[in-house]
């Protein structure tokens, strides 16, 4: 424990003082007492601390008083509160106020070092990832994209350089990367930053319909095109066509695919003319696609046309560094879409979060995120509230915390999976519209129909209307 870290006790009542302040000198922290709120503030005028403990009860200005008035001062300063009374009022106004925790009179004294040490801990964090995400955002110039390892540092400054250029590029990695936020980083540091940035997952998209979504169709080309209709590259004109999921593409529709990233034409389904495209590709694959040309399904020249720029994505585990930050970013997300207090998580938590193997990567940590947050109904994140899509993480869970886990989880899974049905119902089956009820991209949207098995589901009902142009 660093020995600068200070405390500061306020209470009226001596022995009071006198207990704090005899417990904590002994566990080797620096201790200051005041009998006042006044007094109080005129201490911290002078010297800071590190932790402020007050009874909520004090003479003249109370506790939480004290507090409000020490935040808009010092806004990162930990704090407990005591109280006589042990009220459920108290208690809740405390928290809400963002006390780290609270003790009730007469003070146990091994409670009190366990819950001052965690505080202390909490707090520690708490400014080492502040000060990580100030020094993330100095480093490159992708504020959206959370991490400061080597890994991460390498391919982002991969990215700067090739951003510019209007090279094709093929991002590969394991699914949860963050393919689509490293094609979008690119769209936006290149000077077609003010043109579309359209998407497509090829892998939603069934094979007779992948060539009009990309080169659009004539009136009359088949039935029930009644109109001309442009192609998604086509609406990508100057600007960058994100093709996810490229390993998907079937065989017979490559040819096509390779032809047009050649000459850069198209052609619409049903017409004779061809169209000058200027569109820069970015396609994204979590496949070994020199596997796949191996094994003949995938086309050879293909592979090396769409390969201009290999980018690897690296799996979460070779970035676990990155994992305080993540979750940082996506607690502070949800917290605030919820209109929740920003939720602390315990240390002895985050070094589970740490260890846990991430198959999922950073997609599975975000959720799990968004999980902890929503089933933690206090102002921090309880063990049981970090429900995984994997159990083996430790040893020692039980049996029947096993059971409880996946029960948990599959829970969750049915309740998501009844939101995206009833999107789709209430949107007519409309897969966009549906996508922004739901306040998810559209690739989040399909990915989820995909696990849940709901486009098959959907397609036995009603037709899927195509994907729409352009990303919300």
């Not at 009071?16 to 005899?22: D, F, K, N, T, W």
């Not at 106020?97 to 707090?123: C, I, R």
């Not at 080309?221 to 390993?247: M, V, Y």
Request: aromatic fraction near 4%; charged fraction near 30%.
């Amino acid at each position: 424990m660093p020995p600068s870290e200070k405390i500061l006790v306020v209470d009226d009542e001596a022995n009071m003082l006198a207990l704090c302040e005899s417990v904590l000198r002994k566990e080797g922290y620096v201790v200051v007492c005041a009998a006042s709120a006044e007094e109080a503030l005129a201490l911290l005028e002078k010297d800071s601390v590190d932790l402020l403990i007050a009874d909520l009860r004090l003479p003249g200005m109370d506790g939480l008083e004290l507090v409000q008035r020490v935040k808009a001062q010092q806004p990162g300063l930990a704090y407990l509160l005591l109280t006589g009374h042990g009220t459920i009022q108290s208690a809740v106004a405390a928290m809400k106020e963002g006390a780290a925790d609270y003790l009730t009179k007469p003070v146990d004294v091994d409670e009190l070092k366990v819950v001052v040490k965690k505080t202390l801990e909490m707090s520690r964090l708490t400014r080492e990832v502040q000060h990580l995400r100030l020094q993330v955002a100095s480093e490159h110039e992708f504020p959206e994209i959370v991490g400061r390892s080597k890994a991460m540092g390498a391919l982002l400054r991969q990215v700067q350089l090739i951003a510019g250029s209007d090279s094709t590029v093929l991002l590969q990695g394991e699914s949860g990367t963050g393919k689509e936020l490293i094609a979008r980083a690119l769209h936006r540091s290149s000077p077609r930053r003010d043109r579309p940035f359209i998407a497509l997952d090829c892998g939603t998209i069934p094979e007779t319909l992948l060539e009009s979504e990309l080169f659009g169709y004539v009136k009359g080309a088949f039935t029930g095109a009644s109109a001309n209709k442009k192609g998604l590259w086509e609406e990508a004109h100057s600007g960058t066509l994100f093709l996810d999921e490229i390993g998907d593409i079937p065989v017979s529709f490559q040819a096509k695919l390779l032809r047009v990233l050649q000459e850069g034409e198209i052609r619409p389904v049903g017409s004779t003319k061809r169209i000058t495209v200027d569109t820069r590709v970015v396609a994204a694959t979590n496949k070994d696609l020199k596997s796949e040309v191996r094994a003949q399904r995938f086309r050879e020249d293909l592979y090396y046309r769409l390969a201009v720029v290999p980018l690897r994505l690296p799996p979460l585990r070779e970035r676990r560094e990155d994992i305080p930050l993540l979750i940082d970013h996506f607690m502070t997300k949800y917290c605030t879409r919820t209109h929740q207090a920003r939720k602390q998580l315990p240390s002895a938590l985050l070094r589970r979060l740490m260890e846990a193997p991430w198959p999922g990567n950073v997609r599975e940590l975000e959720h799990t995120s968004e999980r902890a947050v929503l089933l933690s109904p206090g102002p921090e994140i309880e063990r049981e509230s970090v429900v995984l899509d994997h159990v083996a993480l430790d040893p020692a869970t039980r049996t029947s915390d096993v059971q409880a886990i996946t029960e948990a989880h599959a829970l969750l899974d049915n309740v998501e999976r009844e939101k995206l049905r009833q999107a789709l119902v209430r949107t007519g089956n409309n897969r966009v519209h549906a996508a922004k009820l739901l306040g998810i991209s559209r690739s989040t949207f399909y990915e989820k129909l995909k696990r849940y098995h709901l486009l098959e589901e959907i397609s036995e009902s009603a037709p899927l209307p195509p994907c729409s142009r352009g990303v919300p």
